[in-house]
C-alpha cells in the first residue's frame, strides 16, 4: 500500500510562484512512476505532469509545460510540483497520483484504475 498526502495549495496571485508537495508512505513508494492531475471547478479531472520511478523521465500537459516542473527525492519519497507564472486557469484541485506504469500516469486521469490517489489539494490563482 502507498499513501499519498499533498500539501502546499493555497491561494497565488496570478503571475506568481507555488510548490506542491506530495508525501508518500509504504515501502515501495519509489518503485512508483508518479504525477499530478488537475480538477478545474465544474469541470473533468486533466493530466499535469508526470515523473518516471528514476525520475529521468518526465512529461508535462500542454497547458503548463515550460510554466510548471515535476521533481522527486525517492530518499524522502516525495514529489514536488514547482508551479510558476501561474493563470487563473490554474486554479483547481491538484491530486498527486501513483501507478507502476508511467503510461497509466500521463493517460489516466479519468481512469479508475490508476493505483493510488491522494485525497487534493486546492490552489486558487486570483487575477
Known amino acids: 500500500q502507498v499513501q499519498l498526502v499533498e500539501s502546499g495549495g493555497g491561494l497565488v496571485q496570478a503571475g506568481g510562484s507555488t510548490t506542491l508537495s506530495c508525501a508518500a508512505s509504504g515501502r515501495t513508494a519509489s518503485n512508483y512512476a508518479m504525477g499530478w492531475c488537475r480538477q478545474p471547478p465544474g469541470k473533468e479531472r486533466e493530466f499535469v505532469a508526470a515523473i518516471s520511478w528514476s525520475g529521468g523521465t518526465t512529461y508535462y500537459a500542454r497547458s503548463v509545460k515550460g510554466r510548471f516542473t515535476i521533481s522527486r527525492d525517492n530518499d524522502k519519497n516525495t514529489v514536488w510540483l514547482q508551479m510558476n507564472s501561474v493563470k487563473p486557469e490554474d486554479t483547481a484541485v491538484y491530486y498527486c497520483?501513483?501507478?507502476?506504469?508511467?503510461?497509466?500516469?500521463?493517460?489516466?486521469?479519468?481512469?479508475?484504475?490508476?493505483?493510488?490517489w491522494g485525497k487534493g489539494t486546492l490552489v486558487t490563482v486570483s487575477s
Open positions: 497520483v501513483a501507478d507502476l506504469n508511467l503510461s497509466t500516469v500521463v493517460g489516466g486521469a479519468n481512469y479508475d484504475g490508476m493505483d493510488y
